[in-house]
């Protein structure tokens, strides 16, 4: 390769929806973040299973704060993807894609995240 660094991924994918591997999981992907670039490492969220159905849900503060987190994420740039077969079931499809999320198929993703050889971290 003619590049001096190789840009490497971390993903973080949240899967739990017990209250600390919603916030953990919604922050670190920040936190990653602040010196990814110094690393050439890239940062993606892929939220899926029970902490997907938390993406449309406000009833804890748990809850608020993990979409509040989801939604900066998004905004700093961040790619934060959901699987889309679930959000067409729940019927969540369009609001996950008017906040920003990328849907597809979570079988898909998990087959791309293996061909990049990324570094996947699940909450």
Do not use: W, Y
Not at 24 to 34: M, T, V
Not at 42 to 47: G, M
Request: charge should be negative.
């Amino acid at each position: 390769m003619s590049t001096d660094r190789i840009t490497r991924k971390t993903i973080a994918h949240l899967f739990h929806d017990d209250p600390d591997s919603l916030l953990i999981g919604s922050r670190l992907p920040a936190r990653i973040n602040e010196i990814a670039a110094d690393n050439g490492i890239e940062v993606e969220v892929f939220v899926f299973g029970p902490a997907q159905r938390r993406l449309t849900q406000a009833e804890t503060e748990a809850d608020k704060v993990f979409n509040t987190r989801i939604d900066e994420l998004v905004a700093s740039g961040i790619r934060v993807g959901a699987c889309i077969n679930t959000a067409r079931a729940d019927g969540s499809e369009q609001t996950l894609t008017q906040r920003g999320l990328r849907l597809a198929v979570a079988r898909d993703e998990f087959i791309r995240f293996t061909l990049e050889n990324a570094t996947v971290i699940t909450f």
